[in-house]
């Protein structure tokens, strides 16, 4: 019962964190001249659109149940960097859009988290003020959790492609020769709980200062 209880509070915070993120790579893509995201019909906040059964659902859901940082991911956003003006620095603005967007809405839920939170127990408070807090306080940790946890520098995270925009072009093409591995090191990282290490500590701070 009180995994489902989580669950219902994480749900919609989740979903939307994982799809304003996507969608603003694709907007800041359209932004800087490559329409690919746009043609596919990925610029909707329609879950239908994005949802990755694994990365969307399962994966949050298993992290939740086992009391470890939520995230998840939906399905990438096409971009063509070859198209983006102002190339590299194109490609770092396009990856920097999805972290910062969670950064937003972090922001955002703690803002409005300090309206609810008075009339709890008040006079006026109304019915769905606390279940209201319950999800505006997990959407802080949650779009910390995304926008830290994107921004490790490792590919095929955005952290990783900010990387091989900032190094010199000879050191960025070995980098990115390391993105086919990308996601069996994100495993492996995750299964020693070597990432934690690194994130934790700063999800920690940024939620403790919104909070």
């Given at each position: 019962m009180e995994f489902i209880l989580e669950v219902s509070i994480a749900a919609v915070p989740i979903l939307f964190a994982i799809i304003a993120h996507e969608v603003m790579h694709g907007?800041?893509?359209?932004?800087?001249?490559?329409?690919t995201a746009a043609r596919a019909g990925r610029l909707t906040l329609n879950p239908v659109s994005h949802i990755d059964p694994f990365g969307t659902i399962i994966l949050p859901a298993f992290?939740?149940?086992?009391?470890?940082?939520?995230?998840?991911?939906?399905?990438?956003?096409?971009?063509?960097?070859?198209?983006?003006?102002?190339?590299r620095t194109g490609m770092i603005e396009v990856a920097a859009a999805g972290p910062?967007?969670?950064?937003?809405?972090?922001?955002?839920?703690?803002?409005?988290?300090?309206?609810?939170?008075?009339v709890l127990g008040g006079p006026g408070d109304h019915p769905i003020a606390l279940p209201l807090s319950y999800?505006?306080?997990?959407?802080v940790f949650i779009n910390v959790v995304l926008a830290v946890f994107n921004l490790f520098p490792l590919l095929p995270l955005?952290?990783?492609?900010?990387?091989?925009g900032l190094l010199p072009l000879p050191a960025a093409r070995v980098f990115a020769r390391l993105e086919p591995y990308g996601f069996l090191i994100l495993l492996l990282l995750l299964y020693t709980n070597s990432i934690y290490v690194v994130i934790e500590p700063v999800i920690k701070a940024i939620a403790r200062m919104l909070l």
């Open positions: 907007v800041v893509a359209r932004w800087l001249g490559d329409d992290l939740l149940y086992l009391h470890l940082p939520v995230f998840g991911y939906a399905k990438p956003v096409p971009v063509n960097f070859s198209r983006l003006r102002n190339g910062l967007t969670n950064f937003a809405l972090a922001i955002a839920s703690a803002v409005a988290l300090r309206f609810v939170n008075p999800m505006l306080n997990a959407s955005d952290g990783g492609r900010v990387v091989a």
